[in-house]
Every structure is written in C-alpha cells, then in structure tokens.
C-alpha cells in the first residue's frame, strides 16, 4: 500500500481556503445585519438647523434631580416619570430607522404614578428609537433611547 505524503503546498492551499472562508463569512454577515439608516425625514436639514434646541432639551433633561426613564417590559415600553414631575405634555417619538413608514407619534399621557405605557406588539421587530420630548412650566425637555424589539 502506498503511503500519501503531504507536502507544504497542501499546508498553504489549506491555510488559504480557511483564511478565505472566514474571510467571506464575515463578509455575508455583515450583509446581512446590515443596518440601512436612510434619509427618512423629508425634512432633515432644517431638522438639522433647529438641532441646537434639541441639544438645550437634553441638558435640561440632564440637570433632573431624577430622570424619566424608559424601560422595556413583556408588556411594553415604560416611561416613568418622577413623582416630582407634574402636568408634563409632549409627545413620544417611535422612530423606525430603516422604514419611515413605521415611524410612531404618541401623545404624553403618564397615569397618575407618572407611567405611561406603549403596547409593542404592533411593532415590528428590529432596532427603533425612542424619543420622548416634553414640557414643564414652559421648560422643554428630551430623552431618547435605541431599544431593540424582538
């Protein structure tokens, strides 16, 4: 019986078709979490020209003695308001960033434990923004959070 000797050219070629393989799975990987941040406001650049009060609503927002929080549960999104924090009104921002379409605006109405609840189950899963932009005694304020719905 004749015996197969492996020479170094085989060391290479196997060497190269790994590199090359984990090279190309990568590659697909990448397409395939790929994450497509289009342009989905038709109004951006005047967005853009106005960022300066957005910038103002978070440090305000910063500056709370305790903040609102936003919280993922089975049930839904949470948004908790201190118990200092009375007659806020504004507006919840759901912002899908690869489909305008999905886009979700939802007025403050916080309970009386200041908590306002948004039943997810309607939302696609995915990566969305969450914003949620408010006012007190004529102080404007903003908070946004990225939330992951599976």
Same mark, same amino acid.
């Given at each position: 019986? #004749?015996? @197969?000797? !492996?020479?170094?050219?085989?060391?290479? !070629? =196997?060497?190269? %078709?790994?590199?090359?393989? @984990?090279?190309?799975?990568y590659?697909?990987?990448?397409?395939? &979490?790929?994450?497509?941040?289009?342009?989905? =406001?038709?109004?951006?650049?005047?967005?853009?020209?106005?960022?300066?009060?957005?910038?103002?609503? #978070?440090?305000?927002?910063? =500056?709370?003695? !305790?903040?609102?929080?936003?919280?993922? =549960?089975? /049930?839904g999104?949470?948004? *908790?308001?201190?118990?200092?924090? /009375?007659? +806020?009104?504004?507006?919840?921002t759901l912002?899908? $960033?690869d489909?305008?379409? %999905?886009?979700?605006?939802?007025? %403050?109405? $916080?309970? &009386?434990?200041? @908590?306002?609840?948004? +039943?997810?189950?309607?939302?696609? $899963?995915?990566?969305?923004?969450v914003?949620?932009?408010? #006012?007190i005694?004529?102080?404007?304020? %903003?908070? &946004?959070?990225k *939330?992951?719905? #599976?």
């Open positions: 019986m #004749k015996k @197969i000797k !492996l020479h170094w050219g085989w060391s290479i !070629l =196997t060497v190269y %078709l790994v590199f090359m393989s @984990i090279f190309l799975f590659f697909w990987r990448s397409f395939q &979490e790929q994450e497509t941040n289009e342009m989905v =406001t038709n109004d951006y650049y005047n967005k853009e020209l106005v960022y300066e009060q957005v910038i103002d609503k #978070k440090a305000n927002a910063d =500056t709370m003695r !305790l903040p609102v929080k936003i919280i993922q =549960t089975p /049930k999104l949470k948004i *908790i308001f201190p118990s200092y924090v /009375k007659n +806020a009104n504004g507006q919840i912002y899908k $960033p489909n305008s379409k %999905l886009d979700r605006h939802i007025d %403050l109405q $916080p309970d &009386e434990n200041g @908590i306002q609840i948004i +039943a997810t189950e309607t939302l696609v $899963p995915g990566r969305w923004n914003s949620v932009d408010w #006012k005694a004529n102080v404007p304020y %903003l908070i &946004e959070k *939330i992951m719905f #599976k």
